[in-house]
């Protein structure tokens, strides 16, 4: 098994955690949780489930600040950990824990991101209302349209990075915070030339907890977009 960290971002995920870590448990990855001082005693559970499992360890930050610099705290100390690939993985099961080898087996193969993806031939969505669906279809597709780039899954957040990609792309320029965060990751991976790969995976929507998903989010990607664009055009992405 390659040396891989997966960064698992959490906020008021307490029925989830346990049995998430218990599915990751045997696929042989490191998994750090990024805790945003969940009110529900996510952290404290994480905490303690790292005592006992030793693949898991926890960083734990004082408020909720979105995704992305969730992630981006978490990449930094996965690096400085020696992690070969670093994945993004939802703590919902909207993403497949017995997906992760099918994500890693892609950058063996040659691939710099693996992209878990609804919206190539064999992904798709499971139990999601027809709003959600036009939404995150629409998203994908405006940023799509927007930067001008091939990839059909550019909001979705499961993935696996090669090292050396964010150790090339400007963590420190990367402001987003919700969908925005996800697009911009891999639309910076593709203007540094690396090899982008959509892996298909199906979607499931959560059955425990709740979504985080805010307008604000929504119209932070609407709004980042554009923008990526224009810093790239001026030479800045
Ligand atoms: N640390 C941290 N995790 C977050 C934050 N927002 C969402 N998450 C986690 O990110 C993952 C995806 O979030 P979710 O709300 O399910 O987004 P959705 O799938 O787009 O509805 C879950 O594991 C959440 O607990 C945040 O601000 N901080
Ligand atoms: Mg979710």
Redesign the pocket.
Known sequence: MPNATVCL?????RGNLEPMLRALAPLGVRVLV???NSPDGTGELADRLAEELDFVSVLH?AQ????GP?YLAGFRRALADGADYVLEV???F?HDPADIPRLIAACDDGADLALGSRYVPGGGTENWGIARRIVSWGGSFYARAMLGVSIRDLTG?FKCFRRVVLETVDLDAIESKGYAFQIETTYRALRKGFRVVEVPIRFVD?TEGQ???SRAIFLEAVWKVPLLRLRALAGRV
Do not use: F, V
């Not at 971002?9 to 995920?13: A, L, Q």
């Open positions: 971002p959490t906020y008021n995920e990024i805790d945003d930050r909720k600040e979105g995704l969730a939802d703590c919902d909207s957040g959560r979504s985080k998903m």
